[in-house]
T-cell receptor, first 114, second 112 residues
């Protein structure tokens, strides 16, 4: 158990809909990262938040957005869903300044768009 | 740009066989290197890491050595078990608090 929790575990929804994925980082971790794992693109970095502020952006679509709240949990919002958005979405957290650059991953949310 | 290339799978071995999964990277500077493992139906777990050249990461019988001259970080295990069946990802991170860049993953299947 990494200490990072994600809800829900599974999500099935229809095209055009909007969903919210939730992540709670390990206690004390200020940085949260979101990654998408799909069959064709592999594991890709989407976005990073640090202590409530956006820190880095990767290959995140404009239809997707995220935020980190004062209690440090984070939400990833996916809207106008398409079939191609079906994937496993991981959240990870890290201690800022950790010399080993290690990130701790949650169990993921599997999104299926039908 | 920064990238990781690892051997494509699936790799199928018999129990107690020797395992090598090749990984090479492209990066500026001196990245940290990782192997992550994803067991069926589970999330990603850090298997081992190395933060500087010639470092050897090891865990659960797996080893990998950071080779800067060949930009490689090959994963090895002397005697695999059925329980090692999983997908293995080679990865790098350039800086503290930076994103992790993953390879495409190698599926390993161990036969009893």
């Amino acid at each position: 158990d990494s200490g990072v929790t994600q809800t829900p575990k599974h999500l099935i929804t229809a095209t055009g809909q909007r969903v919210t994925l939730r992540c709670s980082p390990r206690s004390g971790d200020l940085s949260v990262y979101w990654y998408q794992q799909s069959l064709d693109q592999g594991l890709q970095f989407l976005i990073q938040y640090y202590n409530g502020e956006e820190r880095a952006k990767g290959n995140i679509l404009e239809r997707f957005s995220a935020q980190q709240f004062p209690d440090l949990h984070s939400e990833l919002n996916l809207s106008s869903l398409e079939l191609g958005d079906s994937a496993l979405y991981f959240c990870a957290s890290s201690v800022v300044g950790d010399s080993t650059y290690e990130q701790y991953f949650g169990p993921g949310t599997r999104l299926t768009v039908t | 740009g920064n990238s990781v290339t690892q051997m494509e799978g699936p790799v199928t071995l018999s129990e107690e066989a020797f395992l090598t999964i090749n990984c090479t990277y492209t990066a500026t500077g001196y990245p940290s290197l990782f192997w992550y493992v994803q067991y069926p139906g589970e999330g990603l777990q850090l298997l081992l890491k190395a933060t500087k050249a010639d470092d050897k990461g090891s865990n659960k019988g797996f080893e990998a050595t950071y080779r800067k001259e060949t930009t490689s970080f090959h994963l090895e295990k002397g005697s695999v078990q059925v329980s090692d069946s999983a997908v293995y990802f080679c990865a790098l991170s350039r800086n503290r608090d930076d994103k992790i860049i993953f390879g495409k993953g190698t599926r390993l299947h161990i036969l009893p």
